[in-house]
Every structure is written in C-alpha cells, then in structure tokens.
C-alpha cells in the first residue's frame, strides 16, 4: 500500500509525546496508521476518543478527554485534525504544550461558533468553487466519497466504509469559541493542497488573516492520516526537530 523503506527511521534528539486529536466523530482509529509508525521512532502516541456521540458534550469537554488522556506525560506535540481545529487550541491553556500542529484543520477566531465558521470564513463558497470546477453542482448534497475519500487507497476505503457513517452532535457548533486569544504556544499549519472541504487557496488565506503566518503544504485530500500516513508522520517529524 506505501512503500515504507523510503521511510527509514530519521530520528535525532528527545523524542516526544505526540496527541492525536481527530476531527469530526472524534474516533481515536482515526489514526490507525500513523500512530504505529510514531511509535516506531521511539514516541509515546496518544490518540484521543472525544465524546462527539455525547449531546451534552461542547468543545470545553472535548479539551477536558484531551486533557484527561495526556495525563501526566510532557514533551507534547499536539496534532488536531479538521474539526481539532477548535478543541485542541482550548487543551494548550489546560497543559503545556510544546507545539501544536494544525492539519487541514478549522482555524477559530474568539467569540466565533463553529457553526458560524463556515459563512464567516466563506468556506461555503470556496466549496461551491470547487465543486464547480470538478463539474459538480456547487449545491450538491454531500458526498464523502467525492470530498473525504476520494485519494484514500482501495484497501483503506474498503475498511473506513465498511466502519459506516461517523456519528458527530452538533453541540460543540452551537456555542462561541471562548478562548480570547490564540494560545502562547508555537503553531504550525499543514494543508492539503488537494483537501475538497477546505481548498488549499482558501486555507492559505484564512491561515494568513487568523493566525499570521503562511501555513506550510502536502499533497492529498483532506484526511492524509488515511491517504498519506507516512508523508504525515514525516511532516510531524520534521516539525518537531526543527522546534
């Protein structure tokens, strides 16, 4: 499936924590394929369950299973997929963090919902654009075969589809962002150029105007734990020893 030889062990210095915080339906298998391969260059891989099937549960309880699945260990690198976007950066006030990398990952702003993000950003647009370009009508009910799956390898489809639909409340869309500022810890971004939710020309610039930097890019779709595992824990690597 990925020719792993060309991904020999490259690790110098400490090795760290590394918290893998899914996107939307919150599921720790998320993950399947990249935590393993950390784990292979000598880190500790936390990979969260967030309670996205909970009602009652907002984007404070997402940072709380966060928090509570770190426990005690340091020398943490945060990864907040999609969705992790919002929870992750609320968690960095909670425990120290050392780096926090955002991957294809919504970029709050404070007092936004996560519902009013879509508007507010003009993803919506952007989308449409999209969609349009692929000659699909721009208002077309969602397809995750065309916007999620659409670069995973057949085996890894076969698999996710076979998990079926993921269950995600939409509590945690209701309330407003309620951190007044970014936290005080050292941020990367890493789009997808070829994401279908979030389209690497918007991502640039929304990266830009929240967070004040050039977000850095890979190829892929918008889920590179399941098309690029590999690639991903490369870019994750990389980051950490150039911190």
């Not at 260059?41 to 369950?49: C, E, K, S, T």
């Amino acid at each position: 499936m990925w020719d792993e030889e060309q991904f020999a062990n490259k690790g110098a210095g400490p090795m760290a924590t590394y918290v893998l915080i899914p996107g939307a339906g919150g599921q720790a298998s998320h993950w399947r394929f990249v935590a393993p391969e950390l784990r292979k260059r000598g880190h500790d891989v936390v990979a969260v369950d967030l309670p996205a099937d909970d009602d009652e549960a907002g984007f404070d309880e997402y940072a709380d299973a966060i928090v509570e699945a770190v426990g005690d260990r340091r020398d943490l690198i945060l990864v907040a997929q999609s969705l992790a976007g919002f929870s992750a950066p609320i968690a960095c006030t909670r425990i120290k963090a050392d780096l926090l990398v955002m991957v294809a990952a919504m970029t709050p702003k404070p007092g936004e919902s996560a519902g009013e993000w879509w508007t507010a950003t003009g993803q919506d647009q952007a989308e449409r654009e999209l969609k349009e370009s692929f000659g699909v009508p721009g208002d077309s009910p969602f397809d995750p075969l065309f916007t999620f799956l659409h670069d995973v390898p057949a085996g890894v489809l076969a698999e996710v589809l076979a998990e079926g639909e993921i269950v995600q409340s939409g509590t945690p869309f209701a309330k407003p962002w309620p951190l007044r500022a970014w936290p005080d810890v050292p941020t990367r971004f890493l789009l997808c150029q070829d994401d279908r939710m979030f389209p690497a020309a918007f991502q640039r610039r929304i990266v830009q105007e929240r967070l004040g930097f050039t977000p850095d890019e890979m190829p892929g779709g918008h889920l590179p734990a399941f098309s690029r595992p590999l690639d991903l824990v490369e870019r994750l690597e990389a980051y950490r020893l150039s911190a």
